[in-house]
């Protein structure tokens, strides 16, 4: 069949790139007798190759911390079949017991008004709640009963492709945005390939920089040092430009929770983009004058910002080891500026500058499993270890490389995001951190600011020299400096996706509250006997009985698919209150499950850009298809999925492909009559996220499909 | 044969080659550089990922040069310079052997790279070494 509804293509082959395939005839043979009938219409068909359903990473986080519903005690009852008991001589009236063992009554002062319904601060109401939730306990028809505690998934935000951030989670970024998700009045100054101002995650961000590359021939912008610290591209390798400056950018401040893109680990400090390495690399002097800038020192471009950046962050060094660039350092410290670095990627025990001067702070990179990644550097100066990826693996089984998802760009001026590993990626973790610590307390110095980073690290796993690792949570909580009245049970991390290979992983628990806890109990819902875990004690005076839980997972006997589970972990405060925290596992068994969509074939006129032809085909038979009725003409031959139903294919979150490849996108010229037998092509998601450096990668271009 | 090859590779490519579909036994030094593979694509042609440690590297293919059923792709590594600092991202270097260099006679492809630094004089241009192997 054939149609003239129009497609709407918004990108462009460029007719030098496209190529006039011809193809041969796929045409049957022809037995005895009769000539085979004159097909006054070409026939195309072939088949596609449709990627499986991707797992998707359980990113979410779960903490339970002690405020409650004002006056509410719930109670588990000894026998759900009968009716809730009469406890109102206790106290308590009930509110709700909507069946099943668990009912909530309302606690009721000495003159019998609810708690609830009087003007209480909340601590009266949580002694009341707890004085009644032992009175509850009276009565034999309750086993237990506690105040209603809140319980609630700390923030996340909706950012598009938040939910491949892994790196995120791995800090406790959400709890830590509970409390605070930065502000404009701090500034964060990134010495690096300068920035794409124009991408869409930096807007109303930037603040102005300088470009210190003092070669113009490196600089690829026409001169030496100028104030424009736009990043032109470095032609870093065959495939294109790093752009390396505003991935690293995007990591520290990247827009967060505005439906789109990526988040950042603070979402509204002002950036200040310093731009020292060119197209062979960042000039010790001009790395120096940069970071002088950035201090708001005597520098060679004779001018100071009109404030000062509040922390610098340099995912660049070198294994040499200059007094010039250290002196920099120094002088930008004495001025109050936070200084950190990456740490070197040689996977090397020798020190890396400037990460290793006394003056600069040093991070070395983990990766998704908390362990050093394979490219990092582990010299005794790293302090502080941080997301930094590994994209040689997927060990959360999400399809997508171990890498850290940020904002990038191309030579073509295409705004997208990619994952990239290396302790580029690390650093500005912890700068992002500290700009939230700033945020939350304005008054503290660059020295006060590293030592709460240094004070409140958490364990990784088995990292070099006894490394710990950053800890949004922990820090932001120690910037406030108000000092927490109830217990906050958190584990790091809330949840786990074993993906199809990995067998065992380490879950770290701590009490971020006052107090203590003393674990009780654990379950699992629902029942999962491919599991198993381990309590270890926690030290004296850690504020909770154990802290660490080591899971081990097996899947002999399991069936194909998905399985997860919640383990459900239950401590007692120091008044013997329960406090509870549910994690989340999951594991694949066997392949991937299959791709159930049906994908729509669209045969597209390269002339008129009108769809002339259309299939629909689905996993049942194979992804095979066949478009008949084909008038002679040139043609692109395309399919995909519309899961949103709006008549386009095509577009961000759908399955794409192109004939042969969307790569190279080839024409199509069709005989009249012809038959065209094997097109066979693969379809990927167009996600704007490129996985490969380097790679062509699909952007979304819309085409209309026929109804 | 272009006479400009390092004689090393010369020498191995005529006593290992004549005749033979094998590879002959390198006597090329053993690579020490950056990760490097190479995959026989579908058209001839032969896709080599150079993955270095930072920024600031350069790869580059120099010549091919064929002797029956080997070929040996010579690339150039440029590491950067020891004064110079680079951003610490892991980054790929991606390069093609064009169908139409490799007879298809050659079905050998061995990818040699020789390691310069910015910055640095050379008396004696550096000898490639033996990264990878792909048969096609």
Redesign the interface.
């Known amino acids: 069949m054939h149609s003239t509804h129009s497609s709407r293509l918004s990108f462009s082959i460029p007719c030098a790139l496209l190529g006039v395939l011809s193809v041969l005839a796929g045409c049957g043979g022809g037995g005895g007798g009769g000539a085979p009938p004159v097909q006054a219409k070409a026939i195309l068909s072939g088949d596609l190759r449709v990627p499986a359903l991707a797992v998707r990473t359980a990113a979410r986080t779960f903490q339970v911390d002690a405020p409650m519903v004002p006056g509410e005690v719930v109670v588990w009852l000894e026998d759900p079949a009968a009716p809730p008991p009469d406890l109102s001589s206790q106290g308590l009236e009930l509110l709700r017991a909507p069946g099943g063992p668990i009912a909530v009554y309302r606690a009721r002062d000495s003159l019998g008004k609810p708690l609830a319904a009087m003007a209480l601060r909340v601590e009266d109401s949580a002694e009341h709640a707890t004085c009644a939730a032992a009175a509850a306990l009276v009565s034999d028809a309750v086993v237990c009963a506690s105040p209603n505690y809140l319980c609630r998934v700390a923030l996340e935000p909706d950012d598009t492709h938040y939910d491949k951030q892994w790196h995120y989670p791995q800090i406790n970024l959400p709890q830590a945005w509970d409390l605070t998700q930065g502000s404009n009045n701090v500034i964060v100054a990134v010495l690096d390939t300068g920035i794409v101002s124009r991408h869409p995650e930096f807007q109303g961000r930037l603040i102005a920089g300088f470009d210190f590359v003092s070669d113009p021939a490196s600089a690829r912008d026409g001169d030496g040092i100028d104030p424009d610290p736009e990043d032109p591209g470095d032609l870093a390798t065959p495939q294109g430009s790093s752009f390396h400056g505003t991935h690293v950018t995007g990591t520290i401040g990247a827009n967060g929770n505005n439906r789109q893109g990526v988040a950042g680990v603070d979402w509204n400090c002002r950036l200040m983009p310093v731009r020292v390495l060119g197209m062979n690399g960042g000039a010790v002097a001009d790395i120096a004058n940069g970071i002088l800038f950035a201090a708001g020192l005597p520098n060679a471009s004779n001018t100071v910002p009109p404030r000062r950046a509040d922390i610098v962050n340099m995912s660049l060094g070198g294994p040499g080891n200059s007094p010039v660039l250290e002196q920099a350092c120094n002088a930008a410290a004495n001025a109050g500026a936070l200084l950190i670095a990456a740490a070197g990627n040689d996977n090397s025990p020798n020190p890396n500058s400037p990460a290793a001067f006394a003056s600069v702070l040093s991070v070395g990179a983990v990766d998704l499993v908390r362990s050093r990644a394979p490219y990092s550097n582990f010299h005794t100066s790293i302090e502080i270890w941080a997301p930094g990826g590994d994209m040689t693996a997927d060990r959360n089984g999400d399809q997508f490389p171990d890498g850290v998802l940020s904002c990038m760009a191309d030579d073509q001026g295409r705004h997208f995001f990619s994952f990239e590993n290396g302790t580029s990626m690390a650093a500005p973790h912890v700068a992002g951190v500290a700009a939230l610590i700033k945020a939350a307390n304005p008054a503290l110095s660059a020295a006060q600011i590293r030592q709460i980073l240094l004070n409140t690290t958490v364990p990784g796993n088995n990292l070099p020299n006894g490394g710990r690792m950053v800890d949004a949570l922990g820090a932001v909580q120690a910037a406030t400096g108000a000092p927490p009245t109830q217990p906050l049970l958190v584990a790091t991390p809330a949840a786990f996706d074993f993906g199809p290979t990995l067998t065992q992983t380490e879950i770290g628990l701590a009490n971020r509250g006052a107090g203590t806890l003393t674990f009780e109990t654990a379950s699992l819902q629902p029942d999962a006997p491919w599991f198993s875990g381990t309590l270890f004690n926690a030290p004296p005076s850690s504020g909770i009985s154990h802290d660490r839980l080591e899971v081990q997972v097996d899947r002999t006997g399991l069936a194909n698919g998905v399985h997860q589970t919640r383990l459900l972990l239950v401590f007692r405060d120091a008044q013997n209150q329960p406090v509870q925290i549910g994690i989340d596992f999951r594991l694949q068994v066997g392949d991937t499950p299959p791709n159930r969509d049906d994908i729509f074939v669209l045969l597209v006129d390269l002339v008129t850009f009108e769809t002339r032809a259309q299939a629909v085909t689905n996993a049942a038979t194979n992804f095979a298809f066949t478009l008949t009725g084909i008038d002679a003409g040139t043609y692109l031959l395309v399919a995909g999925t519309d899961r949103d139903n709006n008549g386009f294919i095509g577009e961000e979150g759908e399955l794409f492909g192109a004939f042969p490849s969307l790569d190279t996108p080839l024409a199509l010229q069709v005989a009249a009559s012809q038959r065209i037998s094997g097109l066979s092509f693969s379809l990927q998601e167009l996600i704007v996220i490129q996985a490969e450096r380097g790679g062509r990668f699909p952007l979304p271009i819309a085409i209309r499909r026929l109804p | 044969m272009r006479n400009h090859l390092p004689s090393a590779v010369l020498l191995l490519l005529a006593a290992g080659c004549a005749g033979r579909d094998t590879m002959p036994e390198p006597e090329a030094k053993e690579w020490h550089g950056p990760p490097v593979r190479a995959v026989a694509a579908a058209n001839g042609a032969v896709d080599v990922v150079l993955t270095a ?4 590297y350069r ?2 293919l120099q010549d091919v040069a064929v002797e029956g059923a080997v070929a040996a792709a010579i690339f150039k590594l440029t590491t ?16 093609q052997i064009p169908a139409e260099r490799l007879p298809a006679a050659a079905r050998t492809v061995q990818i040699r790279v020789a390691t310069w630094q ?1 910055g640095v004089h050379y008396v004696m241009p550096p000898e490639p070494e033996l990264a990878a192997t792909v048969r096609r």
């Open positions: 440690p930072t920024l600031g790869f580059e950067p310079a020891a004064d110079v600092l680079t951003g610490q991202m892991i980054t790929e270097h991606r390069l910015d």
